[in-house]
């Protein structure tokens, strides 16, 4: 029960994280500024667009024999419905300070969003699956050079039709890092092989 609610707790934070960052003006993170993009050029939501490149995300697993948990799928869900939720709530605009305000908000959500749902271990993300599926099938690469390539190339391709890139973008990509290691050993539910029979409980790893 414990990680389901965390699993799911985890993802209407991140849907409301998104939308925090949106609402600011000042930049978005590589995958959002893709999805801010294609809804502008197709006039679909952004997160009827988050889910359809989940969705299609999620088909590139097929060739690298990646087999999704409940938490990929309903990260694929979950996230897009509630970032739509989100946004018709929040009041956009505002002075520079409220802006960033809400930019800092979001990044902080995002990193402890992050640390909730990978940590409920029930699956990754359909984003976070591809890199790590595409590593393990291609030994020898580096799962941080194939996550920048891609990452760059959303970004570039996101920029391009019209996505929102500035200092947020930036500061995100410093900043989502740390944080992730910062949140992800505080929510990590320790399964049955990792529970000592007796003893204190070992701390976990870090990286």
């Not at 959002?32 to 359809?52: R, Y």
């Not at 509630?82 to 959500?109: E, F, N, S």
């Not at 990978?118 to 984003?127: H, S, T, V, Y």
């Not at 949140?183 to 790893?205: I, Q």
């Given at each position: ?116 749902y990978i940590g409920a271990r029930l699956g990754p993300g359909p984003r976070d699956g591809l890199m790590t599926g595409y590593v393990a099938r291609r030994p020898g690469r580096s799962i941080r050079l194939v996550r920048t390539v891609i990452e760059v190339a959303v970004l570039a391709l996101g920029w391009l039709l019209g996505g929102t890139v500035g200092v947020g973008t930036v500061v995100y990509a410093l ?33």
């Amino acid at each position: 029960m414990r990680r389901l609610s965390q699993l799911y707790a985890g993802l209407v934070l991140y849907g409301v994280s998104m939308a925090l960052m949106i609402e600011s003006g000042l930049g978005l993170d590589p995958w959002d500024v893709f999805h801010q993009g294609l809804s502008e050029l197709t006039g679909l939501s952004f997160g009827i667009v988050t889910i359809a490149v989940g969705a299609l995300v999620l088909l590139l697993w097929i060739p690298l024999r990646q087999r999704p948990g409940l938490g990929t799928v309903s990260n694929v869900l979950v996230i897009g419905l509630v970032v739509d939720a989100a946004l018709a709530l929040l009041p956009g605009g505002g002075p520079l300070g409220v802006r960033a305000g809400m930019l800092v908000a979001g990044i902080v959500a995002n990193g402890a969003a992050t640390g909730l749902y990978i940590g409920a271990r029930l699956g990754p993300g359909p984003r976070d699956g591809l890199m790590t599926g595409y590593v393990a099938r291609r030994p020898g690469r580096s799962i941080r050079l194939v996550r920048t390539v891609i990452e760059v190339a959303v970004l570039a391709l996101g920029w391009l039709l019209g996505g929102t890139v500035g200092v947020g973008t930036v500061v995100y990509a410093l900043a989502i890092g740390p944080l992730t290691q910062l949140f992800l050993p505080l929510f990590t539910v320790a399964g049955p092989k990792d529970r000592p029979t007796a003893g204190p409980v070992a701390p976990l790893p870090t990286a």
